[in-house]
T-cell receptor, first 113, second 113 residues
Framework: DAKTTQPPSMDCAEGRAANLPCNHSTISGNEYVYWYRQIHSQGPQYIIHGLKNNETNEMASLIITEDRKSSTLILPHATLRDTAVYYCIVRPPHLQGAQKLVFGQGTRLTINP | NAGVTQTPKFQVLKTGQSMTLQCAQDMNHNSMYWYRQDPGMGLRLIYYSASEGTTDKGEVPNGYNVSRLNKREFSLRLESAAPSQTSVYFC????????????FGQGTRLTVV
């Protein structure tokens, strides 16, 4: 799996958009970008994933650069409950079987009132 | 739908004791994973299983054994617990359909004294 690089921590004001960057310069053509988050000490929770097009769901938007070497997770109107550690992962599609699902250190996002 | 269930939720062991952490999923997923998370750190993969009867080492397998008992259950065994194994352990599962995000249990908090 391609390695990812994320800033260790970020702050954002409540109600503003939180933009979390991720670098994955060694990503392969068939590898997806996945985002998870971990609130306090709970189990991680899936947020969104994408291949090359931008994606949006009820939780967030994912912007992937045209060269696919980086992406940004956007939480459009951050709330205090969005305070969590956010993990960016890249991995091949499921058809290649079970892969090591490896998490990095993630970004600790703090939403301030 | 319970998702991924881990037992026990909390455990205190003495150095040298053995125990088995249990994990079960009811989503008919092929792949299952065990992670550990030390305080303030990211998730590290211990072992994973692509399907019933197969297991593979992750990033930090030393001191652990696993068993994929059937499609539902994936257990993690500590044969001789050490204080360095004090951690929170997470189990996860993932399917092979179109939506292949991983689902996590709520964790087992293990303290070895």
């Amino acid at each position: 799996d391609a390695k990812t690089t994320q800033p260790p921590s970020m702050d954002c004001a409540e109600g503003r958009a939180a933009n979390l960057p991720c670098n994955h310069s060694t990503i392969s053509g068939n590898e997806y970008v996945y985002w998870y988050r971990q609130i306090h000490s709970q189990g991680p929770q899936y947020i969104i994933h994408g291949l090359k097009n931008n994606e949006t769901n009820e939780m967030a938007s994912l912007i992937i650069t045209e060269d696919r070497k980086s992406s940004t997770l956007i939480l459009p109107h951050a709330t205090l409950r969005d305070t969590a550690v956010y993990y960016c992962i890249v991995r091949p599609p499921h058809l290649q079987g079970a892969q090591k699902l490896v998490f990095g250190q993630g970004t600790r996002l703090t939403i301030n009132p | 739908n319970a998702g991924v269930t881990q037992t026990p939720k909390f455990q205190v062991l003495k150095t040298g004791q053995s125990m088995t952490l249990q994990c079960a999923q009811d989503m008919n997923h092929n792949s299952m994973y065990w992670y550990r998370q030390d305080p303030g750190m990211g998730l590290r993969l211990i072992y994973y299983s692509a399907s019933e009867g197969t297991t593979d080492k992750g990033e930090v397998p030393n001191g652990y054994n696993v068993s994929r008992l059937n499609k539902r259950e994936f257990s993690l065994r500590l044969e001789s617990a050490a204080p360095s194994q004090t951690s929170v352990y997470f189990c996860a599962s993932r399917g092979t359909g179109m939506n292949t995000e991983a689902f996590f249990g709520q964790g087992t908090r293990l303290t070895v004294v």
